[in-house]
């Protein structure tokens, strides 16, 4: 188990502050957030790379706040590898062991069971350079493995990589999670690769953490406008929420109301996913359902997929496969019907007035 204690973390201007956070041992955890907001900051914290301003950390029963680095059973990656340019794979695997001094016993058994890992023996005479990204990366993760830590730390280890590379690599890193059962923290600014990987998932925004749960609580159950617009929750209005005589929530903003499971009341906002709305020609059959008359504004192409904006007068927007899209011919001021649950519209308050600044560095 990780433990931060009420974290204060100064580095020149910026600030991570009042970190609490508790990770539980075999977890994959992951903390996500846009660019600047402090994830590599605090991994680095945990590794024990930066001086801590205030509170603690504690690796199971023990504080480990002013520990050197490497008596911290640690082990982290980088996104660029760093790996040296001048040994082999085989020697950049073994570049760990040999600081602490491994007999040629115990390099060779480790060889062998970080190529049962990750199947590298065919990379172990070549250079660096000659490798692949993803081959970089396999390489990068071996090396880290070596020592056999207690903790894996990994900064934005897929970033660097090609689609086909970040792929197999993320599966990778599934497959090593699954049989070493060590604990996993990884920091990435994706939350598709979040969703993939992790068990929990903490948002972090401007050095501080702004929501913790599974990536499917934070993805559908967002609780401020900050992660849902990081977590591309494109719909987001705001208005009341009350409390219907029939025992059902309605948001309301400008004359619209939308039914919700979300059990609150008064000035609030919503969120809407625009892959849980459905464009239809024709109103719904059932009455347990969001169904509102609207007028197709904008229509953006994003490959196979359609970003489709209708006016309810609130524009809301949509995700429309290629294939629906043709079937429909859909074009502007066209008049249809936006169809979605109520599960679909969750409703939060916002816990802070919302900085401009942030939601621009989110939306850039």
């Not at 008359?293 to 953006?300: K, Y």
């Amino acid at each position: 188990m990780i433990k931060l204690d009420n974290l204060r973390v100064v580095l020149g201007k910026f600030v991570l502050n009042d970190i609490n956070l508790m990770i539980e041992d075999g977890e994959y955890f992951i903390i996500v957030g846009p660019t600047g907001a402090g994830k590599t900051v605090l991994l680095e914290t945990i590794a024990g790379l930066n001086p801590v301003k205030r509170g603690a950390i504690w690796l199971e029963d023990r504080e480990i706040t002013g520990q050197k680095p490497e008596t911290r059973g640690m082990s982290i990656v980088y996104q660029d590898h760093v790996l040296f340019p001048h040994l082999t794979v085989r020697d950049n695997i073994l570049f760990g062991l040999r600081l602490r001094k491994k007999t040629s016993q115990e390099l060779s058994e480790a060889l062998q069971w970080l190529d049962g890992l990750l199947n590298i023996s065919h990379l172990f005479k070549r250079k660096p350079v000659t490798l692949s990204g993803g081959e970089k990366q396999k390489v990068a993760l071996a090396r880290a493995l070596s020592t056999r830590p207690n903790v894996l730390l990994l900064d934005e280890p897929l970033s660097a990589l090609d689609p086909e590379s970040r792929e197999a690599v993320q599966e990778e890193l599934r497959k090593l999670h699954l049989t070493l059962k060590n604990t996993v923290i990884h920091v990435t600014h994706d939350f598709e690769e979040a969703m993939a990987l992790g068990t929990r998932v903490a948002v972090i925004g401007d050095g501080r953490l702004r929501q913790v749960g599974t990536p499917e609580e934070v993805f559908q159950h967002p609780n401020s406008e900050f992660v849902a617009r990081f977590v591309m929750a494109r719909n987001i209005l705001e208005g009341t929420a009350v409390k219907r005589e029939d025992s059902y929530y309605a948001f309301k903003a400008d004359g619209m109301e939308l039914l919700s499971e979300t059990k609150l009341e008064g000035p609030c906002r919503a969120s809407i996913r625009a892959e849980d709305i459905q464009i239809s020609a024709k109103p719904a059959v059932t009455g347990n359902i969001n169904c509102l008359p609207a007028t197709v504004t904008r229509i953006v192409k994003k490959g196979w997929i359609y970003h489709v904006t209708a006016a309810l007068p609130h524009e809301i927007t949509c995700l429309v496969t290629r294939r629906s899209f043709e079937e429909m011919k859909l074009e502007i001021d066209q008049q249809v019907y936006l169809i979605f649950p109520l599960s679909s519209v969750h409703l939060f308050r916002e816990q802070k007035p919302v900085n401009q600044d942030e939601l621009r560095s989110i939306l850039r």
